[in-house]
Structure formats: structure tokens, C-alpha cells
């Protein structure tokens, strides 16, 4: 058994659905915060920035506070910063407030795809197949200058095509249908344009490191201060898709998987996971919540 140090916490579809809320999370949030386990919502959203979506969880009746989202949004930003590029941003505009400050005007240099629908257009696709076709050229030419030019020196390439995730379909205000994601578009843009996607958001290794460094935890071995009787990272990821929330980076860290039978979750979906097995399949966040709760009492 695992003693629990940290929770992370998929949004849609985990806590809430469209503009609900899922029955029971708001007070299962609620005794998670009162159990003293350190937690970060943890997502992939990117059609709002990280403070219109704490509002938004706030209307729902959520207790939360912003510094307690962690986006994928966060991490893209990180990386355009630091490699120093001047992106073509396909998101929808309340997202635009997290790439303020950085130059996003003519001449492009990469393009960003978030979950956009109004950017999901012929022209507007074409328009950044354009862009990629362009940095394709002046990468081969050597005609890259400036910043992105220094960064391509020291990391051994820019990314041109940058996705914050590229999810297959999510839970939109219907919980009995599915909506498209991004990944389709993202593999559009790859294929036309033979240029491999940057993935940023989950499920990528880097994401989850960088959720778990916003805890104040470690994937490390724990200090004394944290446990004494870890087996494990004891770090939670708790989430409705078996792929983007609990694949990849979540299984090669050796994070516990909780997958949730909410959101965008169909039956059998916990047969489609190729990481030897998940740690549980829950009802309901509420469901998850009073496992995690019950096993820290039984380790203590």
C-alpha cells in the first residue's frame, strides 16, 4: 500500500460536466481539502484561460483557488517563452489572456493549436499549414534569426508545430455524447505538412513533473517530513480518459491511477490501458476521494 502525498485532479468530465457539476465532487473536493493531502486540479482545458476557469469552478460551488490549477496552458507558455518564438496561436480568445507580453504577430516563426472550434476553419487551418510549410523552409535555408535561432543552437531544434494535447473527443454539456478534440486537427496539420507535433499538456512525462513541482512535492524519493512508509511516488492522478489522463507520462512516472466511470468514460474503457493495469475504477470523484481518504487512515 501506498501512503498518498499528493492528488492530481482532471477537470472535465471528473468534476463536472458541461455546466454542472458532478453529483458529489463539490463535497468530495471539500474533504480532500480538509484531510491536509496537498492536491492540484490538473487539465488539458485550454479554451479558457487558468482564471476563467477558477471562476468557473467557483460558480459551479467549488472551493478553489487559482494557484490550485495547474494547466497545460501554463506549460505551452513556458515553452514558447523559452525557446523564444513567435507562434500563430489557434485558441479561442479567453485563453489568449495566458500568452500575454509574448509577440504573436506577422512574421509567424511556429504555430500553437489548443481546442479552438472557431479556429477550426478551412482558412484558418490553411493558414497555419502556410506557417509550418514557411519555418519548414527557412529552418532548411538557414534563414532562422533572432531568439529562436539562439534556442535552436542550444536544444538542438525549435518546435515548429507546438499542441497542448491532442485528445481524441471530450464530454461536452451533453454527458451522453462525445465532442471532437483537437488531436484530429493537430494530425491534420502534421500529415499535410510533414512536420511532427510538440505535445505539452497530458498525457507527456514533463506535464505531470511540472504539476507534481507545483504541489511542492517531488517524484523523488520522499523526505521525512512528507512519509515515512512510501512504497511508490504516492502521487494520485485521477481522471475519466484511460489515455490522456492516465496514460503516457502518468504510468512511466508510476503514478496511482484512478479512473473515473464519469465524463467521457464508456464501458470497458479500463480494458484499453497497454500500462499493465490500472490501480482503480471508481463510480464517481466522491468514490475516489473516500478510497484515497480511507488508505491514508490505514497507513497512519
Do not use: W
Request: proline content about 4%; glycine content about 10%; charged content about 20%.
Amino acid at each position: 500500500m501506498q501512503s498518498i502525498r499528493g492528488v492530481l485532479i482532471d477537470v472535465s468530465g471528473t468534476v463536472h460536466v458541461g455546466d454542472k457539476a458532478i453529483p458529489g465532487a463539490i463535497q468530495a473536493l471539500d474533504r480532500l481539502r480538509a484531510s491536509g493531502i496537498p492536491f492540484r486540479f490538473c487539465t488539458n482545458t485550454t479554451q479558457y484561460s487558468g482564471n476563467t476557469l477558477a471562476n468557473k469552478l467557483r460558480k459551479f460551488g467549488f472551493n478553489v483557488k487559482r494557484e490550485e490549477i495547474f494547466t497545460s496552458l501554463s506549460a505551452c507558455r513556458q515553452l514558447v517563452q523559452a525557446r523564444g518564438l513567435r507562434p500563430l496561436l489557434m485558441f479561442e480568445p479567453d485563453a489568449l489572456e495566458e500568452f500575454t507580453e509574448i509577440p504573436t504577430s506577422e512574421p509567424y516563426d511556429s504555430v500553437v493549436v489548443g481546442l479552438s472550434p472557431s479556429s477550426f476553419h478551412y482558412d484558418m487551418m490553411n493558414k497555419a499549414f502556410r506557417t509550418l510549410l514557411e519555418t519548414k523552409s527557412s529552418s532548411t535555408t538557414g534563414t532562422d534569426t533572432g531568439a529562436a535561432a539562439a534556442a535552436a543552437a542550444r536544444e538542438g531544434g525549435v518546435p515548429r508545430l507546438i499542441a497542448v494535447h491532442k485528445a481524441k473527443y471530450f464530454a461536452d454539456e451533453d454527458p451522453s455524447s462525445l465532442s471532437l478534440g483537437p488531436g484530429g486537427f493537430v494530425e491534420a496539420l502534421e500529415f499535410a505538412s510533414g512536420i511532427k507535433a510538440h505535445v505539452v499538456g497530458k498525457p507527456e512525462k514533463a506535464f505531470f513533473e511540472l504539476a507534481v513541482q507545483n504541489m511542492g512535492l517531488s517524484l523523488l524519493a520522499p523526505t521525512a517530513a512528507e512519509t515515512t512508509t512510501t512504497t511508490g511516488t504516492g502521487i494520485v492522478m485521477i481522471g475519466d480518459d484511460v489515455e490522456q489522463d492516465l496514460g503516457g507520462g502518468a504510468a512511466d512516472l508510476g503514478l496511482i491511477r484512478y479512473l473515473v466511470q464519469t465524463g467521457k468514460y464508456r464501458a470497458q474503457d479500463e480494458d484499453r490501458d497497454t500500462f499493465g493495469g490500472l490501480d482503480g475504477v471508481f463510480t464517481d470523484f466522491s468514490a475516489v476521494v473516500d478510497h484515497v481518504l480511507s488508505q491514508r487512515q490505514e497507513s497512519t
